[in-house]
């Protein structure tokens, strides 16, 4: 199922949204790949030709889906995804949240990007990835899951989504027969 196909006929609520590093990363590939053949839903906010016509789009899925991936890869500075994830986790501390936060966070940065980024691009990034981190242990809130790498994310994330599967399965049946 394509991605397109997610966006036009997904309740928003009900995937999971793979933000986080963009640019020419990779990293959804994989997560991709996983949730089709699983028939999991997502939302890719990644596209070849963004406008800001998919701000709105992407501003729900952001503040809606049920589970939000946030890797942050030694691949790019990423200084937005870094200013979204702290966003983000403003909405995990709402009390009535029922939706979960998987965040990995590279606390290295590829050498490509030493090359590319002046010192000071190089100092923001790694100060804002050790805050995310350290923060996160900090608040020790059980919607937000803290991990080492993208195959920890990843199997998170399907761990997370088949305990939605169950919670839905019980719940729906007795809403029912109310």
């Known amino acids: 199922m394509s991605n397109e196909v997610h966006r036009k006929s997904l309740k928003v609520n009900d995937c999971v949204g793979l933000f986080g590093t963009c640019g020419n990363s990779k ?12 028939d999991i839903p997502f939302f890719n906010p990644q596209v070849d030709d963004w406008d800001p016509s998919l701000a709105q789009i992407e501003a ?3 503040a809606n889906d049920r589970i939000l991936v946030w890797p942050i890869t030694s691949e790019t500075p990423g200084l937005g995804s870094i200013a979204e994830t702290g966003f ?3 909405q995990a501390i709402r009390l009535e949240s029922r ?25 923001e990034s790694m100060r804002g990835r050790a805050l995310i981190i350290e923060h996160l242990k900090k608040l020790q809130l059980d ?3 803290l991990v080492a790498d993208l195959k920890d ?5 399907i ?3 088949g305990i939605y599967q169950l919670r839905k399965n019980m719940i729906e049946p007795r809403l029912m027969s109310l």
Do not use: G, P
């Open 60 to 62: 729900e899925h952001l």
């Open 88 to 90: 983000s986790l403003l």
């Open 159 to 161: 761990n997370l989504w």
């Open 27 to 38: 990293w959804r590939d994989e997560f991709i790949s996983c949730f089709e053949a699983q």
């Open 99 to 123: 939706r979960e936060f998987v965040v990995m966070v590279d606390q290295t940065l590829d050498q490509e990007v030493h090359d590319e980024f002046s010192s000071d691009v190089i100092k």
């Open 143 to 145: 919607n937000v899951y």
């Open 153 to 157: 994310a990843l199997a998170v994330t």
